[in-house]
Protein backbone atom coordinates (compact mmCIF):
# COMPACT_ATOMS: atom_id res chain seq x y z
CA UNK A 1 0.00 0.00 0.00
CA UNK A 2 1.11 3.55 -0.90
CA UNK A 3 1.62 6.08 2.28
CA UNK A 4 2.12 9.61 2.12
CA UNK A 5 3.53 11.47 4.75
CA UNK A 6 4.03 15.39 5.83
CA UNK A 7 6.01 15.97 8.82
CA UNK A 8 4.96 19.17 9.73
CA UNK A 9 1.91 20.06 10.61
CA UNK A 10 1.97 23.59 10.67
CA UNK A 11 4.78 26.12 9.23
CA UNK A 12 4.77 29.85 9.33
CA UNK A 13 6.89 32.31 6.65
CA UNK A 14 7.49 35.90 6.58
CA UNK A 15 6.06 37.59 3.55
CA UNK A 16 8.29 37.55 0.78
CA UNK A 17 10.21 34.85 2.37
CA UNK A 18 10.79 31.37 0.82
CA UNK A 19 9.52 28.15 2.37
CA UNK A 20 10.08 24.49 2.23
CA UNK A 21 7.20 22.07 3.04
CA UNK A 22 8.51 18.32 3.25
CA UNK A 23 6.39 15.07 2.36
CA UNK A 24 7.89 11.58 2.22
CA UNK A 25 5.89 9.01 0.54
CA UNK A 26 6.68 4.84 0.44
CA UNK A 27 5.44 2.90 -3.11
CA UNK A 28 6.98 -0.20 -4.80
CA UNK A 29 5.74 1.17 -8.08
CA UNK A 30 8.21 2.36 -10.53
CA UNK A 31 5.46 4.70 -12.61
CA UNK A 32 3.76 7.22 -10.19
CA UNK A 33 2.63 10.73 -10.19
CA UNK A 34 3.40 13.18 -7.05
CA UNK A 35 0.82 16.25 -6.45
CA UNK A 36 0.71 19.12 -4.20
CA UNK A 37 -2.67 20.55 -3.70
CA UNK A 38 -3.89 23.66 -1.67
CA UNK A 39 -6.33 24.13 0.36
CA UNK A 40 -7.37 27.93 1.28
CA UNK A 41 -10.43 28.22 4.04
CA UNK A 42 -12.72 27.68 1.24
CA UNK A 43 -11.99 24.45 1.49
CA UNK A 44 -11.79 23.88 -2.19
CA UNK A 45 -8.51 21.91 -3.30
CA UNK A 46 -6.24 23.76 -6.08
CA UNK A 47 -3.44 21.62 -7.84
CA UNK A 48 -0.31 23.50 -7.26
CA UNK A 49 1.70 21.01 -8.90
CA UNK A 50 2.74 18.07 -10.15
CA UNK A 51 5.54 15.76 -10.86
CA UNK A 52 5.70 12.73 -12.89
CA UNK A 53 8.21 10.11 -11.60
CA UNK A 54 9.73 9.16 -14.47
CA UNK A 55 11.01 12.66 -15.38
CA UNK A 56 14.34 13.86 -13.80
CA UNK A 57 13.54 17.53 -14.15
CA UNK A 58 11.46 19.26 -10.64
CA UNK A 59 8.78 20.60 -11.89
CA UNK A 60 8.31 24.33 -11.30
CA UNK A 61 4.67 26.69 -11.63
CA UNK A 62 5.43 30.26 -11.07
CA UNK A 63 6.76 30.77 -7.70
CA UNK A 64 6.42 26.94 -6.60
CA UNK A 65 9.04 24.24 -7.42
CA UNK A 66 9.50 21.08 -6.43
CA UNK A 67 12.87 18.69 -5.17
CA UNK A 68 11.78 15.32 -6.08
CA UNK A 69 14.48 12.78 -5.01
CA UNK A 70 12.92 9.76 -6.34
CA UNK A 71 16.08 7.20 -4.45
CA UNK A 72 15.04 9.06 -0.96
CA UNK A 73 10.89 8.82 -1.77
CA UNK A 74 11.40 12.41 -0.87
CA UNK A 75 9.19 15.59 -2.79
CA UNK A 76 9.06 18.68 -1.09
CA UNK A 77 7.62 22.00 -1.84
CA UNK A 78 9.57 25.32 -1.93
CA UNK A 79 7.44 29.21 -2.35
CA UNK A 80 9.18 31.76 -3.34
CA UNK A 81 8.83 35.36 -2.38
CA UNK A 82 5.69 34.31 -0.38
CA UNK A 83 2.53 36.00 -0.47
CA UNK A 84 -0.17 36.65 2.32
CA UNK A 85 -2.71 34.35 -0.35
CA UNK A 86 -0.37 31.45 -0.05
CA UNK A 87 -1.61 30.97 3.64
CA UNK A 88 -3.74 27.91 3.10
CA UNK A 89 -3.63 23.99 4.05
CA UNK A 90 -0.80 22.03 1.53
CA UNK A 91 -1.36 18.36 1.24
CA UNK A 92 1.09 16.28 -0.74
CA UNK A 93 -0.62 13.56 -3.14
CA UNK A 94 0.67 10.48 -4.78
CA UNK A 95 -1.30 8.41 -7.57
CA UNK A 96 -0.45 5.45 -9.50
CA UNK A 97 -2.38 5.45 -13.58
CA UNK A 98 -5.73 4.20 -13.20
CA UNK A 99 -5.90 4.12 -8.99
CA UNK A 100 -6.68 6.48 -6.50
CA UNK A 101 -5.14 9.63 -5.34
CA UNK A 102 -3.50 9.50 -1.46
CA UNK A 103 -3.55 11.87 0.36
CA UNK A 104 -0.74 13.05 3.27
CA UNK A 105 -1.84 14.83 7.06
CA UNK A 106 -1.70 18.34 5.85
CA UNK A 107 0.69 20.98 6.41
CA UNK A 108 -0.71 24.74 7.55
CA UNK A 109 0.82 27.08 6.35
CA UNK A 110 0.55 30.72 7.48
CA UNK A 111 2.69 33.71 5.39
CA UNK A 112 3.00 36.42 7.79
CA UNK A 113 2.78 40.50 6.94
CA UNK B 1 -11.72 25.22 -18.62
CA UNK B 2 -14.15 22.45 -17.91
CA UNK B 3 -14.51 21.37 -14.29
CA UNK B 4 -16.47 18.92 -11.76
CA UNK B 5 -19.59 20.79 -10.36
CA UNK B 6 -20.71 19.52 -7.14
CA UNK B 7 -24.39 20.12 -5.60
CA UNK B 8 -25.59 21.38 -3.21
CA UNK B 9 -22.89 23.08 -1.48
CA UNK B 10 -23.98 22.54 1.69
CA UNK B 11 -26.49 20.16 2.93
CA UNK B 12 -27.61 20.13 6.06
CA UNK B 13 -29.68 17.13 7.30
CA UNK B 14 -31.44 15.18 10.97
CA UNK B 15 -29.38 12.39 12.09
CA UNK B 16 -31.08 8.73 9.99
CA UNK B 17 -31.96 11.00 7.19
CA UNK B 18 -31.02 9.72 3.70
CA UNK B 19 -29.20 12.51 1.35
CA UNK B 20 -27.85 12.25 -2.21
CA UNK B 21 -24.66 14.18 -3.09
CA UNK B 22 -24.70 14.87 -6.63
CA UNK B 23 -21.44 15.22 -9.30
CA UNK B 24 -21.02 16.25 -12.72
CA UNK B 25 -17.79 14.99 -13.57
CA UNK B 26 -15.54 16.49 -16.59
CA UNK B 27 -17.11 14.76 -20.06
CA UNK B 28 -14.28 13.14 -21.26
CA UNK B 29 -12.81 11.70 -18.12
CA UNK B 30 -13.42 8.03 -17.03
CA UNK B 31 -12.53 7.77 -13.71
CA UNK B 32 -14.44 9.02 -10.80
CA UNK B 33 -14.13 9.48 -6.96
CA UNK B 34 -16.08 10.53 -3.74
CA UNK B 35 -13.53 11.78 -1.04
CA UNK B 36 -14.28 12.87 2.84
CA UNK B 37 -12.56 15.35 4.90
CA UNK B 38 -13.77 15.86 8.20
CA UNK B 39 -12.92 19.53 9.41
CA UNK B 40 -9.42 19.70 10.58
CA UNK B 41 -8.22 16.10 9.32
CA UNK B 42 -6.88 14.83 6.34
CA UNK B 43 -8.66 13.99 3.17
CA UNK B 44 -9.74 10.31 3.28
CA UNK B 45 -10.49 8.29 -0.14
CA UNK B 46 -13.95 6.26 0.37
CA UNK B 47 -14.44 4.99 -3.57
CA UNK B 48 -13.50 5.10 -7.13
CA UNK B 49 -15.84 4.48 -9.66
CA UNK B 50 -14.52 2.90 -13.24
CA UNK B 51 -17.13 1.31 -16.19
CA UNK B 52 -20.38 1.24 -14.57
CA UNK B 53 -18.62 0.09 -11.41
CA UNK B 54 -17.09 0.20 -8.19
CA UNK B 55 -13.33 -0.35 -8.59
CA UNK B 56 -12.25 0.47 -5.55
CA UNK B 57 -13.57 1.29 -1.57
CA UNK B 58 -12.12 2.40 1.80
CA UNK B 59 -12.86 1.00 5.03
CA UNK B 60 -15.03 4.21 5.49
CA UNK B 61 -17.37 3.07 2.65
CA UNK B 62 -19.76 0.93 4.12
CA UNK B 63 -23.35 -0.44 4.36
CA UNK B 64 -24.80 3.18 4.72
CA UNK B 65 -22.93 4.48 1.68
CA UNK B 66 -23.89 4.15 -2.18
CA UNK B 67 -22.78 5.30 -5.49
CA UNK B 68 -24.38 5.76 -8.91
CA UNK B 69 -24.34 6.80 -11.95
CA UNK B 70 -27.88 7.22 -13.05
CA UNK B 71 -27.16 8.23 -16.72
CA UNK B 72 -24.28 10.02 -18.67
CA UNK B 73 -23.33 13.02 -16.53
CA UNK B 74 -24.17 12.86 -13.34
CA UNK B 75 -22.11 10.54 -10.75
CA UNK B 76 -24.10 10.43 -7.03
CA UNK B 77 -22.96 9.64 -3.56
CA UNK B 78 -26.17 8.29 -1.10
CA UNK B 79 -25.75 7.83 2.44
CA UNK B 80 -28.83 5.51 3.84
CA UNK B 81 -29.05 6.34 8.05
CA UNK B 82 -26.70 9.83 8.38
CA UNK B 83 -24.76 10.01 11.61
CA UNK B 84 -23.57 12.52 13.52
CA UNK B 85 -20.13 11.43 12.54
CA UNK B 86 -20.41 11.75 9.02
CA UNK B 87 -20.67 15.64 8.81
CA UNK B 88 -17.41 16.41 6.48
CA UNK B 89 -16.89 17.84 3.36
CA UNK B 90 -17.63 15.73 0.52
CA UNK B 91 -15.59 16.14 -2.39
CA UNK B 92 -15.96 14.70 -5.63
CA UNK B 93 -13.67 14.16 -8.50
CA UNK B 94 -12.68 12.68 -11.70
CA UNK B 95 -9.55 11.65 -13.85
CA UNK B 96 -8.05 11.04 -17.12
CA UNK B 97 -4.79 10.04 -17.16
CA UNK B 98 -2.82 12.62 -15.17
CA UNK B 99 -5.48 15.19 -14.95
CA UNK B 100 -7.01 14.86 -12.20
CA UNK B 101 -9.81 17.42 -10.39
CA UNK B 102 -11.56 18.23 -7.73
CA UNK B 103 -14.88 19.57 -7.35
CA UNK B 104 -15.46 22.91 -4.94
CA UNK B 105 -17.09 20.28 -2.11
CA UNK B 106 -20.39 20.03 -0.52
CA UNK B 107 -20.36 20.81 3.48
CA UNK B 108 -22.58 17.80 5.18
CA UNK B 109 -24.10 19.08 8.48
CA UNK B 110 -25.44 16.22 9.93
CA UNK B 111 -27.99 17.45 13.29
Known amino acids: AQTVTQSQPEMSVQEAETVTLSCTYD???????LFWYKQPPSRQMILVIRQEAYKQQNATENRFSVNFQKAAKSFSLKISDSQLGDTAMYFCAFKTSGSRLTFGEGTQLTVNP | EPEVTQTPSHQVTQMGQEVILRCVPI?????FYWYRQILGQKVEFLVS????????KSEIFDDQFSVERPDGSNFTLKIRSTKLEDSAMYFC?????????FGAGTRLSVL
Open chain 2, 27 to 31: SNHLY
Open chain 2, 49 to 56: FYNNEISE
Open chain 1, 27 to 33: TSESNYY
Open chain 2, 93 to 101: ASSEALSFS
